[in-house]
């Protein structure tokens, strides 16, 4: 049923309940018909109207309750294809290949006293070829012993050492067994060689002979970097490893170590005597 119309003074409903009091229905009345017949068709025509008022609600809700459910859907579908995209095994990258720097000046890593070779039969294999070079170059440091109060002990180990018992490039290319670098500017051809890059401090020098190589180390202590060096005895080892890690010969926090572990491995302070 639709709803009584309100009375309120001075509206629309005001004067239809005005008209109403005036044409109140009589049989010889006609404006009373007449107004009766108002009345009826507008009570009719705001029933229809409150129905279709009602009947636009619920349409304009329930289209929007549809584009909710359909916005849903739509929203939801990206999100579904994400997280597939995401569950997806991502497909492992080959490894890069590493380059190997063949110009590298020192390619001794593999100290079989540090504990990095993987088994005892290469570790056997390294000691047999610097027990080779130490017979091979023992003449050499004992020589610059005599000459210059250097302990042949340290000269062999950092030979060992620089030059991977004499198999690295700058050794073999260069008789350059203890890495000595040209800071000249001004030298001649064939006096050094680049190993690493274009920057003039990694110049090596070049030598005709590996005894020529042994003379340039001793010549290269006797500097005023190593000079306190000699405080120590020639069959000091320890001291001169610590002095020469000191002084900055190396760069590895390790030198020192090495060249002590080195010496008492292979028994170099033999030729210290």
């Known amino acids: 049923m639709s709803k009584p119309i309100p009375y309120v003074p001075g509206t629309f409903s005001d004067m239809l309940h005005k008209l109403a009091a005036m044409a109140k229905p009589t049989r010889k009345n006609l404006w009373g018909k007449i107004g009766l017949a108002v009345i009826i068709a ?7 109207i409150s129905i279709d008022l009602e009947f636009t609600n619920d349409a304009a809700q329930s289209a929007q309750h549809i584009a909710a459910s359909a916005g849903n859907a739509f929203s939801d579908a990206p999100r579904a294809v994400n997280t597939s995209l995401k569950e997806e095994p991502a497909r492992k990258k080959a490894p890069k290949k590493q380059k190997t720097d063949s110009n590298a000046a020192n390619t001794f890593s593999n100290m079989p006293f540090d504990g990095e070779l993987d088994s005892e039969a290469k570790k056997a294999e390294k000691i047999k070829k610097m027990k080779a070079y130490v017979k091979q170059y023992a003449k050499y440091a004992q020589a610059e012993m005599a000459k210059h109060g250097i302990p042949a002990s340290i000269t062999l180990a950092q030979g060992l050492l620089e030059s991977d018992a004499g198999e690295s490039r700058l050794a073999v290319d260069n008789n350059n067994h203890f ?3 040209c800071f000249s500017r001004t030298c001649k051809r064939g006096h050094c060689s680049n190993y690493t890059d274009d920057t003039h401090k990694d110049f090596f020098r070049k030598y005709k002979s590996p005894s020529e190589s042994f003379k340039a180390h001793s010549t290269l202590l006797q500097g005023s970097r190593y000079k306190f060096l000699y405080q120590y005895r020639d069959d ?21 170590g090495k060249l002590i572990n080195l010496i008492r491995e292979l028994d170099l302070h033999d030729y210290d005597r």
């Open 42 to 48: 507008y009570i009719f025509l705001c029933k229809d």
């Open 179 to 181: 890495g000595i670098k």
């Open 236 to 256: 000091d080892y320890v001291s001169w490893a610590k002095g020469l890690k000191t002084a900055g010969y190396a760069t590895d926090p390790n030198y020192a």
